[in-house]
């Protein structure tokens, strides 16, 4: 991917060029959420900032609100690229899960000096980001799930969501009821912070001592889990579900002495990183409500693995 320069050759920025680079954390954000994404997000807004660059400075000059331009380009192309994803995501090889975002205080190092410009440096971690949050957005048509991210998330009214969809307000506002009704369905009660921590922890735990008795106690009878390899890595072509089957998977995985599994946060939220020679080679990310898990999201994909590598 090309980078996109900003500044003049001077270093200077001009009043312009500096409100607009000032919204490159709001874009990311944006574009994350509508695509589960970072490396898609990334493009995404690099091809924003270089359609804005294409212009002619008496054009950039003639735009009302920067911010709005970028903003509905944004917007545009993630709804282009979700539709040709849909298309891609029947190709791929198992099951896809939405590319896993490690804390900003557990990066590994190298990744947060300012030498860097990992756009994970951008994304702010809160329920909208959660693993299960970004699952149910993947089963929404593009156009809901645009829709619902720009109003519902992000705030925009639905005049500017109609400009960006492409459809009316009136539209555009049962695309995102739509989306929300999807989203609340979804919605179990929600498990306080320490206590997702201890049944991750003793997940873990049992994992590692292969009792599949402790895990199956630590499972919502009808859990699931599912892996995402893409076909670069092994794993389970098909969500695994329930209980005693979950477990007997997970107990009967060959660990290689090396191969080191460490509490962390995934996408907010409590999880578990496992390091081969001190590099991260597979993410979990855990559904938990009152105090079963019900969903367990693998992610062993390196493409989707570039936050998590050391620098």
Known sequence: MTSISTAPEDGRLDPITGAITGERRQLTNLAYRM???????????????????????????????????????????????????????????????????????????????????????????????????????????????????????????????????????????????SARRRIDASRAPVSPTAQRARVVREFKQAWEAKDINALIGLLDSDATAVGDGGGRVTAALHPIEGAERIAHFFAGRTRPGRLTLMECTVNGQAGLAAHLDGVVVSVYAFDIADGRIRRIWAVLNPEKLRPWKTG
Do not use: N
Request: proline fraction near 6%.
């Open 35 to 177: 695509l589960g994404s970072l490396a898609e997000a990334e493009d995404v807004v690099q091809e924003t900032y270089a359609r804005w660059f294409a212009m002619s400075r008496q054009q950039q000059e003639a735009v009302a609100s920067p911010g709005g331009w970028l903003t509905k380009v944004v917007g545009r192309i993630c709804l282009d690229v979700l539709r040709s994803a849909r298309v891609r995501r029947e190709r791929y090889v198992g099951e896809w899960v939405p590319e896993p975002l490690p804390a900003r205080t557990e990066w590994p190092a190298g990744a947060t000096d300012g030498s860097t410009a990992d756009p994970a440096d951008r994304i702010v971690l809160d329920e909208s980001v959660s693993m299960a949050f970004l699952v149910v957005l993947e089963s929404m048509t593009p156009a809901e799930r645009v829709a619902f991210v720009l109003h519902d998330v992000f705030r925009y009214p639905f005049s500017e969501v109609a400009d960006i969809v492409g459809r009316s307000p009136a539209a555009c506002r049962q695309l995102a009821s």
